[in-house]
Each structure stands twice: as C-alpha cells, then as structure tokens.
C-alpha cells in the first residue's frame, strides 16, 4: 500500500529565509507525487506535481521539489519565503491508473517577521 | 474557470442526527472525490466516482456514510447517524479523467457533532 511521511509537524522560518519542507513516500511503481497546500479555512491547492521526466519540477508562488528515487523523497523548496506564505503542506502520492490521492500528514509552517 | 463548488460551509448536529453534503464539480470534470479531513490530519479518500459510477469506496463507512452522483456531476454525501467521530472537514474535489490527473479541491464542509 501506498503511503507518506511528511516528518516535520510545525516549521517557523524567517521572512526571506530559504525553506524545505521533507517528504518521503512509499509506493511500489513510479509514483505520480503532490504538493498542495491549505490556508486555514479553505481548500487544498496544487502547488506542483510530478509525473515522470525531469526531476526539478517548478510550480506556482515559486516553489519546488526535486524527486529523488534513491532516497524515495519528494521536498519541496523556497529560496526565499514571504508571510502569506505562511499556510499548512500536505505531500500527496498517487497510482498512476487509479488516482487515488494519500497524502502525508501535513507540514505547519509559520512564517516571523 | 469556475472551482468545486460545497454547500454548506459549516453544519452543527447532533451525534444520531442525519447530514447531507453536495458538490458541484468543476464543468467538464468526470472523476469527483469526496475525502474526510480530521483535525492535525491530511485527508482520507473516502469515495472516488468516475461519471456516475463507482471506483473505489473501500474507506466508506458504509453502515452511515452513502454518497451518490447522479447524471455524473453533482454529487452528495450523506451520514445517517451521525457519531461524534464524524466531526471533520469534508472536502469534495475533481479531476478531468483518472489516470493521475491533478485533483481541485473545494473549500470543504466544516461538520461538528455535539
């Protein structure tokens, strides 16, 4: 079965400071893999997937994440991280036929000033 | 485009009490979810419908939750009785096919069990 390790529970980064949010997954095949995230109160919003070729995959608000098979890792990344950035990160995996969604328990990331 | 689309934002029942949600997905979109978010947790698919038929209900409580999408689009979720446990955000989201897909999500039912 497939599953998601998002170890980091709550975060606090500086405004301007560089972020990493950690995800580990596991899942037989290649995996179709997730970040979303979610403001207090709304939705989840897809913040970049990855489905196969390149590895640094570019998604919206200027985030990242590079897939690493060897280390089964998914992290996203932010050079510099701005307060509305502040919000909850939940990383997803995927089967590639069904589309069933797991997603890790969530990252809370506070941003100070 | 318009988004997944929920009513209502927020319900308060009480636990026996019965509760229906509804979505409208995104126009043109053929697999809808519905997913149940506790508390300090990422959501659980609880139910997956590709047009107006049935994927994956393996997480569906089926002696209390039902769930239909008639005409493959509006969809609703129902509890009959409630438990305190239900208390969560139900969020409703849609992709335009299977197969990996990105999912939409709408901004969930807030459902509270006194």
């Known amino acids: 079965a497939q599953s998601v390790t998002q170890p980091d529970i709550h975060i606090t980064v500086s405004e301007g400071a560089s972020l990493e949010l950690r995800c580990n997954y596991s899942y037989g095949a290649t995996p179709y893999l997730f970040w979303y995230v979610q403001s207090p109160g709304q939705g989840l919003q897809l913040l970049l997937k990855y489905f196969s070729g390149d590895t640094l995959v570019q998604g919206i608000k200027g985030f990242e994440a590079e897939f690493k098979r060897s280390q089964s890792s998914f992290n996203l990344r932010k050079p510099s991280v701005h307060w509305s950035d502040a919000a909850e990160y939940f990383c997803a995996v995927a089967s590639g036929t069904a589309s069933k969604l797991t997603f890790g328990t969530g990252t809370r990331l506070q941003v100070t000033l | 485009e318009a988004g997944v689309a929920q009513s209502p934002r927020y319900k308060i029942i009480e636990k026996r009490q019965s509760v229906a949600f509804w979505c409208n997905p995104i126009?043109?979109?053929?697999?809808l979810y519905w997913y149940q978010q506790i508390l300090g947790q990422g959501p659980k698919l609880l139910i997956q419908?590709?047009?107006?038929?049935?994927?994956?209900d393996s997480q569906l409580p089926k002696d209390r939750f039902s769930a239909e999408r008639l005409k493959g689009v509006d969809s609703t979720l129902k509890i009959q009785p409630a438990k305190l446990e239900d208390s969560a955000v139900y969020l409703c989201?849609?992709?335009?096919?299977?197969?990996?897909?990105?999912?939409?999500f709408g901004d969930g039912t807030r459902l509270s069990i006194l």
């Open positions: 126009s043109g979109h053929a697999t």
């Open positions: 419908f590709q047009n107006n038929g049935v994927v994956d």
């Open positions: 989201a849609s992709s335009l096919n299977i197969g990996g897909q990105p999912q939409h």
